[in-house]
């Protein structure tokens, strides 16, 4: 069962997650991050590291947000994957927890 990213990570985006990943399973676009559901090994590693809680086992995702399994899966094919972190956008902290930021999502 692979994790997912969801929601909250739309513009906070603070990349803590793809450092510790060991198969390199994060992939960046514009204001958000996915996870490469073939690539993740389920090592739980990088669902502790996002300080926004954004990162779910598929089977835990919120209600209201199963949207976000298939974006990752289709996302992954299209991003590059990014293994070293970089500094959040600097309104990061504003971003934290509004809801409704799926349109938001800059493809
Ligand atoms: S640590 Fe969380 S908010 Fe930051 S990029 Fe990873 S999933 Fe997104
Ligand atoms: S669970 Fe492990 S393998 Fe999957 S994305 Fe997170 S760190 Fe990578």
Redesign the pocket.
């Known amino acids: 069962m692979?994790?997912v990213v969801t929601e909250n990570c739309i513009k906070c985006k603070h990349t803590d997650c793809v450092e510790?990943?060991?198969?390199d399973?994060?992939h960046e676009g514009p204001n958000f991050l996915v996870?490469d559901p073939d690539e993740?090994?389920?090592?739980?590693?990088?669902e502790p590291e996002c300080p926004v809680n954004a990162i779910f086992p598929e089977d835990d995702v919120p209600a209201g947000q199963e949207v976000f399994v298939g974006l990752n899966a289709e996302l992954a094919k299209e991003w590059p994957v990014l293994t070293v972190r970089k500094e959040p956008p600097a309104d990061a902290g504003d971003w934290d927890g509004k809801p409704d930021k799926l349109p938001l999502l800059e493809r």
């Open positions: 692979p994790f510790v990943c060991p198969v399973c994060f996870i993740c090994i389920d090592c739980t590693l990088c």
